[in-house]
C-alpha cells in the first residue's frame, strides 16, 4: 500500500511512534484506500466498512526502502510495517530525507518490538546485521585519554584519613525523648 503521500511528489507523510494509538491512511490510487490504527497489539485496518484487525505478531517486522526520484541522484524513503500480504502492509513514514526516515525506522520498531527490516532495490527483505556481515569492526577506543589512571585512586580520596576505632564514643544509660 502507498502511504498518504505520492512518489515525488515531494510531500512528506509521517506517523509518530511515540504517540500510540496512530491513525493513518493508505491507498493504491483510491482503489483499496484504507485508514488505519497502529496499536501497541494490533493494527485495525478499515477499508470502507470492512475492518480487520490485525496482531502485530502476524507482521514481519519494520522496513526501510528506498526508490530513487529522478536522475540527480535523490530518494525518496519508505518506513512500513511489512506483512507478507501486501494488502496488509503499512506506510508509517514518507520522506525525501534519507536521515528522518533512519530515525522513524529504529523508533517504531523500538515503539512496537518488531525487528529491522530493509527492502533491497530488487525487492528482497533482509536484515541490516545481515548485509554487514563481511564487515571489519574495529575495536572501542577508551573514553578517556588517559585511561591509564583508571587503576588509581582518586585524588580526593588519597587526603581522607582512615578514622580511629578509640575516638569513638559509646553512651549508655536511659534514652531522653522530647514531648511537646
Known sequence: MAGGATVGSGRTFRLDPNT??????????????ATFIVERERAVIDRGGDTRAVPLGAYRGIAVRMEPRGSDGSVTAFV????????????LTVTDDPSDAAG??????????L??????????VGQPLAL???????????????SFFAKRRPRFLTRRK???????????GREIIARD
Open 162 to 172: 582512615v578514622g580511629r576505632l578509640d575516638a569513638v564514643r559509646v553512651v549508655f
Open 132 to 146: 554487514t556481515r563481511g564487515a571489519v569492526m574495529a575495536p572501542p577506543k577508551p573514553r578517556r585519554r588517559h
Open 115 to 124: 525487528p529491522l527490516l530493509i527492502i533491497g532495490q530488487d525487492g528482497s
Open 80 to 91: 512500513e510495517l511489512l506483512h507478507n500480504d501486501p494488502e496488509l502492509t503499512l506506510t
Open 20 to 33: 500510540l494509538p496512530a491513525r493513518g491512511f493508505a491507498g493504491n490510487g483510491g482503489a483499496a484506500a
Open 104 to 113: 522513524d525506522w529504529q523508533a517504531w520498531a523500538r515503539a512496537l518490538d
